[in-house]
């Protein structure tokens, strides 16, 4: 069975991480969407609520799990049995800390690939800080997260 491991911050998940889920999940047998706990220092959901965000819009995928992890991400895909790790690519800057992440992670676990998605064009600009900076501003966020957790982020900025 083939594993692989979806890893970040998901503060909040937006729908251009769940184009790369859904797309994960038809390339792996199984695919675990992991809520790193080295994020940001400021995060405007805690640890729990990310992963409840995750799996709340990922229950539908009958193969995908979500789960948080405070190891560090080689160590964890060892203990999942995975081999992969899937990391989505949307501009050059994305690309250059990847590579350099991919071939750390290599160093440490030699059995740990990762394997880079291109993101959808209509979701290239798309980040988790801009969905919050916009949710500041009032801007609907239908076109950017999905439609189940709007109300958790507009329950999150100052009124
Ligand atoms: P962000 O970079 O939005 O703060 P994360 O740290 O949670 O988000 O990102 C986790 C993974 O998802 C990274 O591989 C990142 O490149 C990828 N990703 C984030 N946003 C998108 C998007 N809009 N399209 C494709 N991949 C994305």
Do not use: W
């Not at 692989?4 to 792996?28: C, E, K, Q």
């Not at 291109?118 to 979701?123: H, M």
């Amino acid at each position: 069975m083939k594993i692989a491991i979806y890893p970040g911050s998901f503060d909040p998940i937006t729908l251009g991480h769940m184009d790369i889920v859904r797309r994960a999940a038809n390339i792996f047998d199984k695919l675990i969407i992991c809520v790193m706990v080295n994020a940001e220092k400021n995060p405007m959901f805690n640890l729990e609520e990310r992963l409840e965000l995750v799996q709340r819009v990922t229950k539908d995928i009958p193969n995908v799990e979500a789960d948080t992890s405070a190891l560090l991400l080689a160590d964890y895909a060892k203990k999942k049995n995975a081999n992969v790790v899937v990391k989505g690519l949307r501009v050059l800057s994305d690309y250059e800390r990847e590579c350099q992440m991919a071939l750390i992670n290599k160093k440490i676990n030699p059995d740990l690939d990762t394997f880079f998605l291109t993101a959808s064009e209509q979701y290239t600009y798309l980040s988790s800080s801009i969905v919050k900076e916009m949710a500041e501003y009032r801007v609907k966020l239908e076109e950017f997260v999905p439609q189940e957790i709007i109300a958790d982020i507009m329950g999150k900025v100052r009124v």
